[in-house]
């Protein structure tokens, strides 16, 4: 089962839907004479689809959907019915229903008890993919979502084309779910609500849309309803009829402000949704085993599952943690860290196939876990429109090349470990011991001051960590036999003022066999110590 993690909030979007001037509380009208401001029909600038789907809370539990099913919900006079499938309303199960009456009705009921947090993450997961036809998506916390898709028409070959294809994934998945479209956000909102699937894309044709919708679209409170209800108020239309004023008075502004927004009247902000910033599932093998094809196996499929995301957000991760869980030992953890962020799959499971090589078992492996963080602003390389003619003559592009170096230091990094293998880099010193730093991989070397004494001496490219002291013969260091000094003394003496003061004699010499060394004279101790090879 793949637990997956959704952020706490998101950042807000004002989204103008309509160029009309705000309209006054105090107008006459809706429609008729007086009102002539209010009857201009504003030019849409955005096409609205609104996802439904009456059944979330149903589906974030887990709930069958070819029997019965019910949702709980905890109220003070005790459980009641908080949502119902068709099948459950079939046999006269309804929201609000006592779970005894309910029972009675149909005995054979499935309940469940209503889970907010995962009716939210599955909504998020829903927006997520939402994402992958178009950036501009909003969620409504009542189990609704807000796409907006005039963007998207010329990629995905026109409006029709669209809402087809996400029916189809939507049924595929989803299960319940219903489409509506409209010019403006709230207008698709409430067509959505009707589960008629309706479409109207035409501002000048809302009113008449609207005429035959019931109160209960609005999402307005129960008691409002009711309360219109008395007043002989039954569809959306019959509030546009009625005197804006008047209207205003009985029910209060904001929900006029809201019937305005449904008419592309006045601007209405909504929450862009954005994808989240951490990646996080887990995986449970259901047994134990020691086997690494296995666990391998079961990280791929969390690989692929990051992929996906991947792909739908454009985005890319530069930084894999792995958790290998035990029953009765302490999680072991892994790491795999790239040189550059990077959306391959398949780069992706070659490096933990290699940490899984290296990695000894400390008790057999009950699930793994994977998170990754999400980079957004990475966009990869596309190579060079220019240079592509010469890159074909050479045989390999410069990208090309650069990508192969990439990879073959992660692949290197996870065999050896990442501590092992780092670029080097010069510091102003002239101690040899810290006249250098580790660096990345080739990393773009910093432009530094070298101490103009060290410009054109002879250095050794490998230096010992810790300089190893040679024996002397008469005053002259034997290394495996006599040594032969080819240079005059380099003295170095440096230090004084950070407590690791040096005064050193150096000297380039050779042994019998050719090979070249660096070595010198403790001015200190009059000891000699070998501290680097030639190549």
């Excluded at 207008?187 to 849309?209: F, M, T, Y």
């Excluded at 259901?286 to 296995?294: C, D, M, N, Q, R």
């Excluded at 454009?314 to 962020?341: D, G, K, W």
């Excluded at 004084?496 to 090979?515: F, H, K, L």
Aim: proline share 6%.
């Amino acid at each position: 089962m793949l637990k997956r993690k959704v952020p706490a909030s998101q950042p807000q979007l004002q989204l103008f839907c309509g160029p009309s001037p705000a309209i006054p509380v105090g107008a006459d009208s809706y429609a008729g004479k007086e009102s002539v401001q209010l009857t201009r029909r504003p030019r849409a600038r955005s096409l609205w689809l609104c996802i439904s789907f009456p059944e979330l809370c149903l589906d974030a539990v887990g709930s069958p959907r070819k029997a019965p099913a019910a949702v709980l919900a905890d109220e003070k006079g005790g459980a009641m019915i908080y949502a119902c499938n068709t099948k459950a309303g079939h046999a006269g199960v309804s929201p609000g229903m006592p779970l005894n009456a309910a029972l009675a009705l149909c005995p054979n009921l499935d309940i469940r008890q209503r889970q907010e947090g995962a009716e939210k993450a599955l909504l998020h997961a829903r927006a997520n993919w939402a994402l992958a036809y178009t950036p501009l998506v909003s969620i409504e916390p009542e189990g609704a979502l807000l796409l907006e898709l005039s963007g998207s028409l010329r990629l995905f070959g026109g409006f029709e084309v669209l809402r087809r294809r996400l029916a189809e994934e939507l049924n595929g998945s989803s299960g319940c779910a219903a489409l509506a479209s409209a010019p403006f956000a709230r207008a698709a909102l409430w067509l959505a609500r009707a589960n008629k699937d309706l479409h109207c894309n035409e501002p000048s044709e809302l009113i008449g849309v609207f005429a035959g919708l019931p109160l209960v679209c609005l999402g307005w409170p129960l008691k409002l309803q009711q309360q219109l209800l008395r007043m002989g108020v039954q569809t959306v239309g019959d509030c546009l009829r009625l005197p804006r004023e008047g209207l205003a008075r009985r029910i209060g502004p904001s929900y006029l402000h809201e019937l305005d927004q449904a008419l592309g009247r006045r601007p209405e902000i909504l929450v862009q949704h954005r994808p989240r910033q951490v990646f996080a599932d887990s995986l449970e093998l259901g047994y134990e085993t020691f086997i690494v094809a296995e666990i391998a196996g079961a990280l791929r499929e969390l690989v692929g599952a990051l992929s996906v995301v991947l792909t739908q957000n454009q985005v890319s991760a530069q930084c894999l943690r792995i958790q290998l869980q035990h029953l009765n030992e302490p999680s072991t953890s892994l790491e795999v860290r790239l040189r550059e962020p990077c959306a391959s799959a398949n780069h992706f499971i070659e490096l933990l196939d290699l940490q899984l090589e290296s990695q000894s078992l400390i008790a057999p492996v009950s699930g793994v876990s994977l998170s990754a963080t999400l980079i957004p602003d990475f966009l990869p390389s596309s190579g060079d429109l220019l240079r592509g003619e010469t890159a074909v003559a050479e045989g390999v592009s410069h990208d090309a090349s650069e990508a192969f170096l990439t990879r073959f230091i992660d692949r290197l990094r996870a065999r050896v470990g990442a501590q092992s293998v780092h670029g080097l880099n010069l510091v102003a010193e002239h101690r040899p011991e810290y006249a250098w730093e580790a660096t990345e991989p080739c990393a773009q070397a910093g432009v530094m001051d070298v101490p103009g004494g060290l410009i054109g001496r002879l250095r050794p490219l490998w230096l010992l960590w810790q300089p190893e002291r040679l024996r002397s013969r008469d005053g002259i260091p034997v290394y495996g036999g006599e040594l032969l000094f080819l240079s005059d003394a380099e003295r170095i003496e440096s230090g004084w003022w950070d407590g690791r003061d040096i005064r050193r004699d150096y000297y380039a010499v050779v042994d019998r066999s050719g090979r070249r060394f660096w070595v010198y004279r403790d001015c200190h101790s009059d000891g000699w110590f070998l501290h680097g090879f030639f190549g």
